[in-house]
C-alpha cells in the first residue's frame, strides 16, 4: 500500500476528532474564531517541537524558504482559517455528520477551482460526478422545518456556511500543495513538518491579533478550556502533519478524494458520541455525496 494512501487515512481519522473537539467547544464559552484560534494556539508548541527534533534526529538544517513558498503558505493558512471558522459555525446550525458532509463538498470545489485557476481539464465523466455530488448537497440543504418552497428551504445559513468552508478548504489544499513543492527536498516529512510550522505560527499571529482588536476576552477564554482546547491542539497537529505530508507524495485532489473516509468516521462520532440523530433525508444526501466522490476518484 502506497504510503499517501496511509496517512491521508490517518489525517481523516484525526480531523474527525478535532472537529468532534470543536464541536465541544463551541458549546461552551467560545466564539467560532476563538475555537479556530484554540486550534492553531495549541498545535504549535507540538508542531515546533516536531520539526525541531525531526531536523536534529535526521542531521538536516533548514532549509530555503523562496518568496513563492510564503506565497502559497500564506494563502493556504488563510483558507484553512476561513474555512475552520465556516464549519465551527456550522455545527451550530446543523448535526455533527451533515456539518462534515458539507464541508466535504471542498473536493467538487477543487475541481472547480483548479480549473478556473490552473486551466487543468475536467473530463466529461468528472463533471457528472460533480452534477451528482451537487444533488447530495441539494438533499443535505434542504431543510424540513422551514415551510415554504423548496427553494426557501435551502436557502438557508447552514448550506452558506457549508459551502463556503469548502471553498476555502480547496484553495487551502492547492496553497499547501504548492508551498511544500517549493522546499527543496526529497523527505516528504522534512518538506511537510517545515511547512506546518510556518503556517501554523503564522495562523496564530494573525489570529492572536484579531482576537486582541475585535474579540477581547476570547484569548483569556481559550487558555480557561485548555483541559478540551490542549487535546484539539494535539490532534490538529497530528491531523495537519499526516495531510502535508499526503500533498507532498500526491496531488491534492486525490489525497481530498481518498480523505472522503471521514464521512464514515464522522457518522460513527454523531450517532455514537453526540447521540444525533441523521434522517432518511441526511442519509440519502450523503450518500449521494459519497458516490460522486467514488466517481470523481474513478474519473481523475
Not at 463551541?26 to 495549541?42: D, K, N, P, W
Not at 487551502?172 to 516529512?189: F, M, Q
Request: with cysteine; hydrophobic share 60%; glycine share 8%.
Amino acid at each position: 500500500m502506497d504510503f499517501w494512501i496511509v496517512v491521508t487515512v490517518a489525517a481523516a481519522f484525526f480531523q474527525t476528532l478535532r472537529f468532534m473537539l470543536h464541536k465541544v467547544l463551541s458549546m461552551g464559552g467560545l466564539s467560532a474564531t476563538g475555537s479556530t484560534f484554540a486550534r492553531f494556539a495549541y498545535a504549535l508548541p507540538a508542531a515546533l517541537l516536531f520539526t525541531g527534533a525531526y531536523l536534529v534526529i535526521t542531521g538536516q538544517g533548514w532549509p530555503a524558504l523562496p518568496a513563492a513558498f510564503w506565497a502559497y503558505a500564506w494563502m493556504g493558512a488563510l483558507g484553512q482559517i476561513l474555512a475552520t471558522i465556516c464549519v465551527v459555525a456550522l455545527f451550530r446550525q446543523r448535526n455533527f455528520a451533515v456539518g462534515i458532509t458539507f464541508k466535504k463538498t471542498e473536493v467538487i470545489q477543487t475541481a472547480i477551482v483548479g480549473f478556473l485557476m490552473l486551466g487543468e481539464a475536467i473530463s466529461l465523466a468528472g463533471w457528472g460526478a460533480i452534477l451528482i455530488g451537487l444533488v447530495g448537497v441539494l438533499l443535505l440543504s434542504d431543510t424540513p422545518d422551514i415551510t415554504g418552497s423548496f427553494l426557501r428551504r435551502i436557502a438557508n445559513r447552514a448550506v452558506a456556511l457549508g459551502l463556503a468552508s469548502g471553498f476555502f478548504f480547496a484553495f487551502s489544499a492547492v496553497g499547501y500543495r504548492g508551498a511544500s513543492l517549493e522546499i527543496a527536498s526529497s523527505d516528504p516529512i522534512l518538506r511537510a513538518s517545515v511547512t506546518l510550522s510556518c503556517v501554523v505560527l503564522s495562523q496564530c499571529l494573525a489570529m492572536t491579533l484579531w482576537l486582541r482588536l475585535f474579540e477581547p476576552g476570547q484569548i483569556t477564554a481559550v487558555w480557561q478550556a485548555r483541559k478540551v482546547a490542549l487535546w484539539l491542539g494535539l490532534s490538529s497537529m497530528a491531523g495537519s502533519l499526516a495531510w502535508f505530508t499526503a500533498y507532498t507524495l500526491q496531488t491534492a485532489a486525490y489525497v481530498q478524494a481518498l480523505g472522503q473516509v471521514e464521512l464514515i468516521f464522522s457518522l460513527i462520532a454523531s450517532v455514537l458520541f453526540f447521540r444525533e440523530h441523521i434522517t432518511r433525508r441526511e442519509l440519502a444526501g450523503i450518500g449521494f455525496l459519497t458516490l460522486s466522490i467514488i466517481a470523481l476518484v474513478v474519473a481523475l
